[in-house]
């Protein structure tokens, strides 16, 4: 009897110990690298989104159904690739050939910075004000991330990023200054063509970003590290 019972614990053991092995670590809390708590205070950088229910909110939600539904098959497409590239990719194009931050360093340092920063300062924004996404309000938006967090909304931590990167590519590459603010408005637009936010939301996102990247600009360290992306940036005859 006894040694049946080791042999079938010896047997569970040895099944469970896959799924153990497989078990990811869980990864460690970001934290912000430049800027203090007060810099992404939300409360204080940004007002409150419409009320769910209220008139702004009936005219964003119907501003987005129009969106939604007369936008292009293409525009569509383009926003579903936004929707998977939330990134520094989604400068590429913007940046020109050459743009491969394996061989950047410098300037991978830099993004990797803002990119965590955005980051943090999106997700703190988003708890508190916990804005229902737009599908959580009416179901009938269609959306490209029906797995989304429902009260996550106000501020798009897409739009964030990527207007939070624009503006520090446009210090760095100066002469394409207005093309990565076009391109970080189309970017943010993505987020509407794809159900995921209102407009109030990418434009709180915008002016998140903003604040934060001054912020940034501030520290003598960042800037240290800028001077070097852009040196780097200049030699692989990216930016002027």
């Known amino acids: ?141 269609a959306t490209c991330d029906p797995g989304d967090k429902p009260l996550t909304s106000y501020p798009s931590g897409h739009a964030t990023l990527g207007y939070s990167l624009g503006m520090t590519l446009a210090v760095l590459i100066p002469e394409k200054s207005q093309a990565f603010m076009t391109r970080a408005a189309d970017y943010a637009f993505s987020r509407v063509v794809c159900g995921s936010h209102y407009a109030s939301d990418t434009q709180a996102s915008q002016a998140l970003a903003a604040a934060f990247v001054t912020a940034l600009l501030k520290s003598p360290d960042f800037q240290a590290k800028l001077s070097a992306s852009h040196a780097e940036l200049q030699a692989a005859k990216l930016a002027r």
Request: aromatic letters at 4%.
């Open 1 to 141: 009897m006894i040694r049946r019972l080791l042999l079938t614990a010896a047997v569970l053991a040895t099944l469970s110990a896959p799924a153990l092995a497989q078990t990811a670590p869980a990864k460690p809390a970001k934290v912000l690298q430049y800027l203090a708590p007060a810099d992404i205070d939300a409360s204080r950088l940004l007002p409150p989104p419409p009320i769910d229910g209220s008139d702004a909110n009936r005219a964003e939600l119907t501003e987005l159904h129009r969106i939604i539904a007369t936008v292009s098959p293409e525009r569509k497409a383009q926003a579903k690739w936004d929707d998977d590239h939330e990134d520094p990719s989604m400068y590429e194009a913007t940046i020109g050939a050459g743009f491969d931050l394996t061989q950047l360093p410098a300037t991978a340092q830099v993004l990797a910075i803002v990119e965590n920063d955005a980051s943090i300062a999106a997700s703190a924004a988003k708890k508190t004000f916990q804005r229902k996404r737009p599908w959580a309000v009416d179901a009938t938006v």
